[in-house]
């Protein structure tokens, strides 16, 4: 199987922010788009942005414990992904993210940015990290990367 041409947006689900980022539609540039506040109106404007970019999919980071075993953090991940794939009609795949949230913050720190003070950059940054990564996989194994979420018909 060769690569799928399509932009796809990185979805990086936290209990306060929501990371956005989004690839061309060859997979080769990753950007950082938005910083969505959890809550009221967070599907709606992931639904506006999905419409907007007109998606493949979306490739939501699964955050699993070092060990690989499911948290608090997975179960609320999971159920997101499948409700964010009902809302935006489109495909979800759930990809490993373990690393992405520290990752960012290094690479922050690195460029001399204030760590604390860039929360919504991190969580953007985090999402471009986890996209990269499943564009990385996908390019290099020739499979579409991570869980694929079915959504419930009806």
Same mark, same amino acid.
Request: glycine residues 10%; hydrophobic residues 45%.
């Given at each position: 199987?060769?690569?799928?041409?399509?932009?796809?947006?990185?979805?990086?689900?936290?209990?306060?922010?929501?990371?956005?980022a989004r690839s061309d539609a060859g997979g080769l540039v990753?950007?950082?788009?938005?910083?969505?506040?959890?809550?009221?109106?967070?599907?709606?404007?992931?639904?506006?942005?999905?419409?907007?970019?007109d998606v493949l999919?979306?490739?939501v980071g699964l955050p699993l414990s070092f060990s690989g075993a499911h948290t608090a953090?997975? %179960? +609320?991940?999971?159920?997101?992904?499948?409700? $964010?794939?009902? =809302?935006t009609n489109r495909t979800v795949r759930l990809v490993d993210e373990r690393l992405s949230t520290v990752s960012a913050q290094r690479s922050l720190h690195e460029a001399g940015k204030n760590v604390r003070n860039s929360r919504a950059? %991190? +969580?953007?940054?985090?999402?471009?990290?986890? $996209?990269?990564? =499943?564009?990385d996989a996908e390019q290099s194994g020739g499979n579409p990367p991570g869980e694929l979420i079915i959504r419930n018909e009806g």
């Amino acid at each position: 199987m060769s690569f799928r041409q399509g932009v796809r947006l990185g979805i990086d689900v936290g209990r306060a922010r929501i990371g956005v980022a989004r690839s061309d539609a060859g997979g080769l540039v990753v950007v950082p788009i938005a910083t969505v506040r959890r809550g009221t109106g967070d599907l709606a404007e992931l639904v506006r942005l999905a419409d907007e970019y007109d998606v493949l999919e979306l490739v939501v980071g699964l955050p699993l414990s070092f060990s690989g075993a499911h948290t608090a953090s997975t %179960v +609320d991940a999971l159920e997101f992904a499948q409700t $964010l794939a009902q =809302a935006t009609n489109r495909t979800v795949r759930l990809v490993d993210e373990r690393l992405s949230t520290v990752s960012a913050q290094r690479s922050l720190h690195e460029a001399g940015k204030n760590v604390r003070n860039s929360r919504a950059v %991190v +969580d953007q940054v985090a999402a471009t990290i986890i $996209l990269q990564h =499943a564009l990385d996989a996908e390019q290099s194994g020739g499979n579409p990367p991570g869980e694929l979420i079915i959504r419930n018909e009806g």
